[in-house]
């Protein structure tokens, strides 16, 4: 039964909000609060299901369940299997990627199309993520804070799981690395010495080198399966949750389409990024320590000279890898800028060419891609000084350490110095590591702030109440709206609206603009005092001037601003057709017909 009351609950930033609108008993439950979505309007006809507050969907079985099942070695094929082969993949398919090879030889016979491609899994789509996402941050903010809530804290929360397997697969990594070269192959080159060794021995010295490498090599394969996988969940989760905050806003005052377009197409994956790439810095960090160990058994203190060679040379590559990021951010920046100027002129083609100001336009493009060119070749010439250093530094610190082993007359065998070299080689692949892992950390960082913006952003107050006089189909009563809530956010309780309503008394003085984005910037509300009934049947038509709130008065009904005091009521469902001109993802004939039947003779 749906009655009126008024309900102070929590917010997604952590505040409170008085709800004052007809809501049900399977809406509101203690301090828990129902998450609205386009269709729970005031005056949606659909039904609405009530959800758990603050808690995820996790099977009865546990959440770790399908993560215990990818356990199994070889797992056999289930009775119903899922529609995604990953789901139904067992431990050695899931580290070799061999449950793709149907899928390989499926493409090699017939073309993929979106109907041979297999869905996406349950475990990965944006639904369960979302969900996970919207939990921790709440419980973040309950915790510590709507201002000091981290959303750093919610990613590593998000991964935490992930993350411990991941630097448990890369220790595990860095000690297969080390083992060949510091016990295995110092008694292969031994046996290969001596006149009469035993044959099995020898097998079995190989076979244990060959079993150090598959670790080696299905350790760090795992490890990078599990970091790109957790990153394509953090992208969907964070792809969804601002996609949701987007659609609930009132207006998008507070942030303009061009941000809004470029957070979705290019701060989206620098979070992809420093999840799937950050993860790298545990290796380094686990090779470096394991390395200088495993070293200094086999040459003593002098192998330190070569791992202060590649401590040296990680803070240059962190150096030169953020000067990179900083001439991208840079070369971005001047090519939104260009293509934003080469917009404008395209636009107004007409107006420059009747003044005759191609010239000084196209001088403007000019410049602005003459700067992009500079700062495309530096950053260029600081990415190719990164990758020289990837190859010098192991050569570098190689020398230097034989250098300063011989000259002091220390022992250096052969077998001695290819074990070093060996285990030197894992720090080789660490100096890869490091541009990544910070390219992507720093990437991420930038992102991490314009995506908190989306996380404070507060939720829209629903203040449209479904009227009791069905005679009526619009009445709005003492009521005064603003784009923006430069009052309080209280909206009266609901009201039983069937007396017949007043005259409108008009609208506000006129202002210099019409829409959100320019009328935002005033400071007092664009609505003030109206009244206003519409009967059912009536055909009624608002006219003034530029700026005299048409437009408000339309986003007033539609709960597109915000209701500092009156009320606004309507009785049941309305259509609404934009000022601006639209068209459907189609053909030109069905844009035209607009599901109407063709007439060839027409």
């Not at 984005?517 to 038509?541: A, Q, Y």
């Amino acid at each position: 039964m749906t009655r009126k009351r008024t309900y102070w609950v929590p917010n997604s930033s952590g505040g409170l909000v008085n709800r004052g609108i007809d809501i049900g008993d399977d809406m509101v439950s203690g301090l828990s609060y129902k998450t609205y979505t386009l269709q729970d309007g005031p005056w949606s006809q659909q039904e609405r299901n009530p959800e758990a507050p603050g808690r995820a969907a996790v099977p009865p079985w546990g959440k770790y369940d399908a993560a215990l099942r990818t356990m199994i070695p070889f797992r056999p094929k289930p009775r119903f299997p899922a529609p995604q082969p990953l789901d139904n993949a067992g431990l050695f398919s899931y580290l070799t990627v061999s449950w793709l090879t149907p899928l390989m030889i499926q493409s090699l016979r017939n073309r993929l199309d979106e109907n041979t491609i297999p869905p996406l899994s349950v475990h990965d789509a944006s639904d369960k993520n979302v969900q996970r996402l919207h939990r921790l941050w709440e419980e973040e903010v309950s915790r510590r804070g709507i201002e000091k809530a981290s959303v750093l804290l919610v990613m590593l929360r998000f991964q935490r799981t992930r993350l411990i397997f991941d630097a448990l697969l890369g220790i595990c990594f860095c000690i297969a690395s080390v083992l060949g070269p510091i016990l295995i192959i110092p008694k292969i080159l031994e046996y290969s010495e001596e006149q009469l060794g035993n044959v099995v021995h020898g097998v079995g010295l190989c076979f244990a080198l060959f079993l150090s490498e598959c670790v080696k090599s299905l350790s760090f394969s795992s490890s990078w399966i599990i970091n790109q996988r957790t990153a394509i969940r953090f992208r969907a989760a964070v792809s969804s949750f601002a996609f949701e905050k987007l659609i609930q806003f009132k207006s998008v005052i507070h942030i303009t389409s061009g941000e809004a377009i470029s957070f979705f197409t290019g701060d989206v994956n620098y979070l992809f990024e420093g999840v799937c790439y950050g993860p790298l810095v545990l290796i380094t960090c686990a090779s470096l320590v394991i390395c200088s160990i495993s070293s200094y058994f086999i040459i003593g203190y002098t192998a330190f000279i070569a791992i202060l060679c590649y401590l040296l040379a990680f803070p240059l590559e962190v150096f030169m890898t953020r000067m990179a990021v900083k001439a991208q951010h840079h070369t971005s920046e001047v090519s939104d800028q260009r293509i934003r100027v080469t917009s404008e002129v395209l636009t107004c083609i007409k107006l420059i060419k009747m003044y005759t100001w191609e010239k000084p336009f196209a001088k403007i493009i000019e410049d602005l891609r003459r700067k992009e060119m500079k700062l495309l070749e530096k950053c260029g010439l600081v990415q190719s000084l990164t990758n020289i250093t990837f190859f010098i530094i192991p050569t570098v610190a190689t020398v230097v350490w034989v250098l300063i082993h011989t000259s002091l007359k220390l022992k250096l065998t052969a077998s001695m110095a290819f074990s070093m070299l060996a285990s030197l080689n894992l720090l080789r692949l660490s100096v890869f590591f490091v541009p990544i892992a910070v390219k992507g950390l720093t990437n991420s960082k930038s992102a991490v702030m314009r995506f908190k913006k989306f996380f404070l952003q507060e939720s829209p107050v629903f203040y449209v109440q479904t009227l009791q006089d069905p005679s009526k189909a619009l009445v709005l009563e003492e009521a005064t709206l603003s784009w923006q809530q430069t009052c309080p956010g209280i909206v009266n309780g609901a009201l039983e609206l069937e007396r017949n309503g007043h005259a409108s008394e008009g609208m506000t003085r006129p202002r210099d603009a019409l829409g959100p984005e320019e009328e935002g910037n005033s400071l007092g509300p664009e609505l003030h005092k109206i009244n206003l009934v519409v009967s059912k049947g009536m055909m009624l038509g608002v006219c003034g001037n530029t700026g005299s709130g048409k437009s408000s008065l339309l986003s007033a009904i539609l709960e597109e601003m915000h209701l500092l005091e009156g009320s606004v009521g309507v009785q049941g469902s309305l259509a609404y057709v934009p000022q601006q001109a639209w068209i459907v993802s189609g053909n030109i004939r069905e844009n035209i017909l607009m599901g109407g039947a063709y007439d060839k003779a027409r």
